[in-house]
């Protein structure tokens, strides 16, 4: 640090000049590749709607959901561990369509409150142009936000149904038996999910990106899933058909899973399937076409 006097001004006494030597040196570690950027946006993006680092109060609704969406699974499988001379299965008690249907006002309930807002408080504080300028690009700011929407969604939709599998295998007279007897289970109980956690994801996110405001964000997915039952239901009413019932987005989804996992679902599953696939593929062409531009706007 260098030290040194100017010139009195006025007759004044002379202010005195400091000289910081500040000087920029080269970055000598490890440089991480661009996944772990991606990784590590996948992971924040995790934990904020799961209150994860944040107040306790942060994490009380999130949790009391998925408290609630396990209770069905636990309960039946707690019941033939702690009772051995109750002779039942827990998928007797509770069958994985029937656990898709209990967990569906859970599900819309989580979505609603954590998907939609995981993309406004970046547009309204404006990072948007300094994420894209240097770690992520907006195609894998895009792809780190629907990674961790498919995560935080399969905790409610997968996370259930592999508890009742699993703990069917843990309360089977012959575990080995059941677990081969039953082994085709568990590719439908994971394509069924997919069917059910790609089409939120895909809608929460696409009306998230429309608007920087949250409580707009929450309440247009809301507006969607609660108002489109309504009108379906009054439309098979009034054309005395079953299917308007596809049309549903709430539980359009969840009878399209249903089907998959045991085949017990009613109604046409031609129109559903067009509507699941132009929510996921509309659902990511309006994410594309909103961060695409590479800016806050």
């Known amino acids: 640090m260098a030290e040194g006097r ?37 992971t924040s993006s995790v934990r904020r709607p799961l ?5 306790a109060g942060a994490k009380v609704w999130p949790f009391l959901l998925l408290a609630v969406a396990y209770l069905p699974a ?3 499988v707690a019941v033939p ?73 399969a905790l409610i939709v997968l996370g259930p149904m592999l508890v009742l599998f699993v703990g069917s295998i843990a309360t089977a007279d012959a575990p080995g038996t059941w677990a081969a007897d039953h082994a085709g289970d568990l590719p439908r109980i994971v394509l069924a999910s997919a069917v059910v956690v790609l089409f939120h994801a895909a809608l929460g996110l696409a009306v ?7 409580v707009f964000a929450v309440g247009g997915y809301l507006a969607v899933v609660l108002v489109g ?19 549903d987005p709430s539980s359009g989804p969840v009878r399209l899973a249903a089907s998959i996992v045991d085949g017990q679902v009613s109604g046409p599953g031609t129109l559903a399937w067009v509507v699941w696939a132009v929510v996921v593929v509309g659902g990511t062409a309006v994410l594309a076409a909103r961060y695409g531009r590479g800016s806050d706007a």
Do not use: C, K
């Open 74 to 76: 636990l309960a039946v």
């Open 81 to 153: 561990l702690l009772v051995p001379a109750v002779q039942v299965q827990p998928t007797d008690l509770i069958g994985y369509s029937a656990l898709l249907a209990t967990n569906s006002v859970v599900l819309l309930a989580f979505v609603a409150t954590s998907i939609p807002s995981m993309l406004t408080r970046d547009r309204r504080d404006r990072v948007l142009s300094l994420y894209f300028a240097t770690a992520l690009s907006w195609l894998e700011y895009v792809v780190g936000s629907v990674l961790a929407a498919l995560w935080l969604l």
């Open 51 to 55: 209150g994860l680092r944040r107040s």
């Open 208 to 214: 998230g990106s429309l608007t920087s405001r949250r």
């Open 6 to 42: 100017v010139g009195a001004g006025a007759g004044g006494p002379a202010p005195r000049a400091v000289l910081h030597d500040i000087r920029y040196s080269r970055f000598s570690g490890a440089l991480r590749p661009r996944r772990s950027a991606v990784g590590a946006f996948v």
């Open 229 to 247: 039952p309504a009108l379906a239901g009054v439309l098979a009413v009034v054309t005395g058909a079953e299917w308007p019932l596809a049309l």
